[in-house]
């Protein structure tokens, strides 16, 4: 730990111990990479991802998806350091929601550690419901749920919703009795909706900063309420697309980095080149920048980011040390919904570049 260039202490002023993770290695390259050339590798926790749609052309909301594209994802995703992740469904119908939680369910890949299911109780408004079907979003009520739960036998594990759907709270309340854990995401929430929802037990906002309106009354408004709220923690795209540097370090600041998950919200295009793929049933473009949208619409439609990218850019716009951004990414994720990191990964950290390459993958 004490290898770590000391310039780049965070501004929180030291690393705070508990948010080291276990199996933070030490520097190896004695006899090779010196701290000057900036190049350290590491041995890490295997990455825990809460919020993937899809990757390496695998799309999880296409009911046409087979199990050998489920496994040529799988296997995509763990070369990624990725050894536990939750597939995730946006909005669609009962039927289509089914059809694919049985698909990633019956898969058996111990990499799927439950299901998040985002929507379809959010917000009908273009802005707030981002790339999701309006036809498809509904009210929230606990028969729904409970036949999605039903289809994903029992391995629904986090829900995003809106809290102003209608019957969110009193479902917010049932899922969190059950077990399953509540985010807050997609919304137009007033100040006191939010309240209410974390009164209810919510205790996440997915990808904070995006799946809100465009504009909001300066205060107050939803991202200042969900900021300021520590019994929320929260999740982030830190791809450079979805949040712009300064926007990803303010809100890391405020919320802390105890209280942060570094998310991809992959989608099929992850992994591949530029072109076009799909989310659900929408048609969207992977252009060479890295964007993820569909043709000529203002949002983003999920994002082609990987776990060691999102770190390294999370290092490069906050100026945390390493060691307190990998917890975002292990530790955190998995102790939120209930799990251990499993595995390990060997990562090269070159601290120039703000870069983690990951060497190998076990587990
Ligand atoms: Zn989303």
Redesign the pocket.
Known sequence: MNELDTSRRSFLGRAVGACVSPGFGRGAGAGGATPAAGLRTLELAGFVDLQVNGFAGVDFGDPATTAGDLSRAVAAIQKTGVTRFLPTLITSSLETFAACARALVRAGHPSIAGIHM?GPYIAPEDGPR?AHAREHVRGADLDDFKRRQDAAEGRIRLVTLAPEAPGALPLVEQLVAGGVRVAI??TAASRVQIQDAVAAGATLS??LGN?CAGTLPRHPNLLWEQLGEDRLLASFIVDGHHLPPATVRSMIRAKTPARTILVT?AMAAAGMPPGVYTIGRQRVELDATGRVAAPGAPNLAGSALSIPVAIGNSVRFTGLPLEDVIPMATTRPAEYIGIRPAGTVVAEWDAEAFSLRVLSVAG
């Open positions: 985002e981002g995401g997609h997915t990808h799946g919200d």
